[in-house]
């Protein structure tokens, strides 16, 4: 009998990925105590290893059973203790080299089995070093930190997924701040749907918002193709091309042309521009130009020109007030009306969308609505991923929900084009990668073709990141709590998972079968962990684990609530006429002042 502490039994039986191993009938202790720490043998999720010869090979604990799972209707020696694990292989370490993922040797009957011990353990996850962040602690000892490759969990991409309220925004913020405290070359921006992430960062992040006064976010509409704008526009289905279509695109060309060599980050080639080239234009003004045609009337039906218009009043497109003329007689006599109808449908449609205040972040973005506006796109760009604070967030809390689509595929196509262009500049692309955070990726990132007021716009950006940007330099993470209804193409591409607790089973299927197939079994324990407690699996960390995720503080403004206290006063006779909400509902600006 082996009398060594960490001594577990034999293998007993071998398949490719499973071994299965009898405990001992005379272990020296079932629960030991090595280096002053209590071991529990056979539970579910915990290694064990097989020396073999020079290789250590590492196994992950999937079942525990009093009866052997590969012997068929064998008697065995009822409750004399024995027990039986099955063992799912995940990777070697060779004398004193670093641990691998993955198996070359299997290990053959009667090879001798151990417990991993946190010595062990150390070794595997490696100390803090460059290239390497700690996203936790391992679940069974608050002194062994768990390490994550940034490499592959940035380029690799990868999820955060678990219920609501399980730890997600908590474990997103950690991440974040770990890499910002230790890599000054980092840059990261995060999509952030409800405005919870800038109190986690205080003053260290570079926050854009909606009719911010200081930095207001703006998705210029003219960043869109012809197919993205006369959709918002005018509600133009893709590949439709009706007379009025065809003058849009033309215009829209005319305008775009017009522009291009004066542009504030340089002229464009001419014979390069289309409807769909991301250069500024004056909606206003084309606006306002299909209007006057529209309405004009003249004084000679023959010749519709200029000098015989029988205007009243010029407009102004900067206000969008339209150009008055004295109204068509109906009788056949002056003044005639226009001849140019191809655009009635459009007109009204346009300008109710540009004169909606809602929409004013996208159709009359300050200092970027036009080529001669402040500023042009690589000044968007060094905002957004060039500022000092190296972490941007994209506070979409106040953007209309039917505009979240497309805003999130508008950013990140832009941000997509910017690093596949750049890719071999010394500050963009592969020279400074970049980070794509998306919260909530579930409501814009949907699995099924179309859903409410998601037409794909984001999905296709954010897929075209997760299935090249490791090349030019652009990785994403998701946080969600619905895997199961993620885009899939996403779904195969996220290199690591970091899963809390999800109950939901669909959800836990999804992770089951998009995570690393010798996993189920730490898979299985997901309804069953702690808030706060994930398991780690993939390509970033070296061996999957449970992991405790670290707490930070400040934290995201998604603590819940404190239920028990509130409903605990006496509310009755309080003064609140509750203007302040309305007012905020009405401007979009949260009240901030919390009342005693
Ligand atoms: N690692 C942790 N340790 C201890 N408590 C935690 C941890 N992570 C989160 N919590 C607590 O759990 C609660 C919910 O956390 P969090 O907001 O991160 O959840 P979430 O998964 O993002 O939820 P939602 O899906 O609603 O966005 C918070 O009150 C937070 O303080
Ligand atoms: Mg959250």
């Not at 207001?216 to 439709?240: A, H, I, K, N």
């Not at 003249?298 to 015989?308: D, G």
Request: net charge negative.
């Amino acid at each position: 009998m082996n009398s060594d502490i960490t001594y577990l039994g034999r293998v007993i039986n071998v398949n490719s990925g499973s071994v299965e191993v009898e405990i001992c009938k005379e272990i020296p202790s079932a629960a030991p105590i090595i280096n002053g720490r209590l071991y529990k043998i056979g539970q579910i999720g915990t290694f064990v290893k097989f020396p073999v010869g020079n290789l250590t090979l590492f196994g992950l604990v999937s079942s525990v059973s009093n009866t052997p799972a590969s012997i068929e209707n064998v008697e065995y020696e009822p409750n004399y203790g024995s027990r039986f694990l099955q063992v799912q292989l995940i990777g070697e370490k060779l004398g004193n080299d670093s641990f691998e993922k993955g198996i070359g040797t299997f290990p053959t009957i009667n090879d001798e089995v151990h417990l991993v011990t946190e010595d062990d353990l150390r070794q595997i996850y490696g100390v803090k070093s460059n290239g390497f962040i700690e996203v936790g602690k391992h679940a069974s000892s608050e002194n062994l930190p768990v390490f994550l490759s940034l490499h592959n969990l940035v380029l690799r991409h990868s999820a955060i997924l678990g219920s609501t309220g399980s730890g997600k925004s908590n474990a997103t913020a950690n991440i974040i701040k770990r890499i910002l405290e230790d890599n000054t070359g980092s840059r990261i921006v995060l999509v952030d749907t409800h405005g919870e992430y800038p109190s986690a960062f205080d003053k260290k992040a570079k926050v854009f918002k909606i009719n911010d006064p200081e930095s207001p976010l703006c998705v210029p509409y003219w960043m869109m193709s012809f197919d993205e704008l006369s959709f918002f526009l005018v509600g133009r289905t893709e590949g439709q091309e009706k007379p009025e279509d065809k003058q849009l695109r033309e215009k829209i060309l005319e305008l775009k042309k017009a522009n291009c060599t004066i542009l504030k980050a340089g002229a464009v080639n001419e014979d390069y521009v289309t409807a769909d080239s991301p250069i500024p234009f004056d909606i206003k003004k084309m606006w306002y130009d299909f209007d006057r045609e529209l309405n004009a009337t003249y004084n000679h039906n023959s010749e519709h020109t200029t000098a015989n218009e029988c205007l009243e009043e010029e407009g102004d497109p900067a206000t969008l007030r339209p150009a008055k003329f004295t109204p068509y007689s109906s009788n056949n006599t002056a003044p005639f009306r226009s001849k140019k109808q191809t655009m009635y449908p459009y007109v009204g449609k346009i300008y109710s969308r540009i004169k909606d205040s809602r929409y004013s972040f996208m159709f009359n973005p300050p200092d970027y609505s036009d080529a001669t506006s402040k500023h042009d796109l690589d000044e968007l760009l060094r905002n957004w991923i060039g500022n000092e604070e190296r972490l941007t967030i994209l506070d979409l809390s106040g953007i209309p929900f039917e505009l979240i689509d497309i805003s999130v595929g508008l950013i990140s196509r832009f941000l997509y084009d910017s690093m596949y262009w750049g890719r071999f500049d010394e500050y963009t692309g592969r020279g400074r990668p970049l980070l794509m955070v998306y919260e909530e990726a579930h409501s814009y990132l949907p699995r099924s073709e179309r859903t409410l007021n998601v037409y794909g716009y984001a999905r296709k950006a954010v897929e075209k990141i997760f299935k090249e940007g490791r090349k030019f330099g652009i990785g994403a993470m998701v946080v969600t709590q619905r895997p199961s209804e993620i885009s899939e193409t996403i779904l195969a591409q996220i290199g690591t998972f970091i899963a809390l607790r999800l109950t939901n089973s669909g959800d836990k299927n999804t992770v089951q079968s998009s995570a690393p197939n010798n996993m189920n079994s730490l898979i299985e324990l997901l309804p069953s962990l702690r808030i706060g407690e994930a398991i780690v699996v993939g390509e970033a960390i070296n061996i999957p684990s449970r992991v405790r995720i670290n707490l930070v503080d400040p934290r995201p403004s998604s603590n819940d609530p404190d239920l028990s206290t509130a409903w605990h006063k006496t509310f009755i006779g309080h003064k609140d006429d509750y203007k302040s909400v309305v007012l905020s509902i009405r401007e979009q600006k949260i009240v901030t002042k919390t009342k005693k």
